[in-house]
């Protein structure tokens, strides 16, 4: 099931991603993530009959917001994110050292965008009910 449809998503949220086939490959890959980021919250409770209009349009925030992240990465996994990331790269005098690792800065595999607009809302909460 899509948290977030095409036409929502490139008409609604602005999307970057205009192929409605690279949308649903990204938009899939988000779902995942943030169902184990969320421990399936949308899963066992319906998107469409919550009561709290602002967790539910957060929420598609943050599919959209974690699809964009991947088209703008050109990945979807993280071994495809880290794999064009280095520790210090020397061509003459040239020096290029990265401040921090992509991955480091994807706190259960969210962008920080997508993570922040979650944990507002208790999405992420880890303590016993």
């Given at each position: 099931?899509?948290?977030?449809?095409?036409?929502?998503?490139?008409?609604?949220?602005?999307?970057?991603?205009?192929?409605?086939?690279?949308?649903?490959?990204?938009?899939?890959?988000?779902?995942?993530?943030?169902?184990?980021?969320?421990?399936?919250?949308?899963?066992?409770?319906?998107?469409?009959?919550?009561?709290?209009?602002?967790r539910v349009a957060d929420f598609k925030q943050a599919v959209k917001?974690?699809?964009?992240?991947?088209?703008?990465?050109?990945?979807?996994?993280?071994?495809?994110?880290q794999q064009g990331e280095y520790k210090a790269v020397s061509i003459?005098?040239?020096?290029?050292t990265p401040a921090d690792a992509s991955a480091g800065l994807m706190?259960?595999?969210?962008?920080?965008?997508?993570?922040?607009?979650?944990?507002?809302?208790?999405?992420?909460?880890?303590?016993?009910?």
């Amino acid at each position: 099931m899509a948290y977030l449809s095409f036409a929502d998503y490139f008409t609604e949220y602005k999307g970057a991603v205009s192929d409605e086939a690279e949308f649903t490959r990204l938009e899939a890959q988000a779902e995942t993530v943030i169902n184990n980021a969320t421990r399936d919250f949308y899963r066992y409770n319906d998107l469409s009959a919550d009561p709290d209009e602002f967790r539910v349009a957060d929420f598609k925030q943050a599919v959209k917001e974690q699809v964009d992240y991947y088209a703008f990465a050109q990945a979807a996994k993280s071994y495809e994110i880290q794999q064009g990331e280095y520790k210090a790269v020397s061509i003459g005098r040239l020096s290029l050292t990265p401040a921090d690792a992509s991955a480091g800065l994807m706190p259960n595999g969210l962008c920080k965008e997508a993570y922040e607009l979650l944990a507002k809302h208790g999405l992420l909460f880890r303590g016993a009910w």
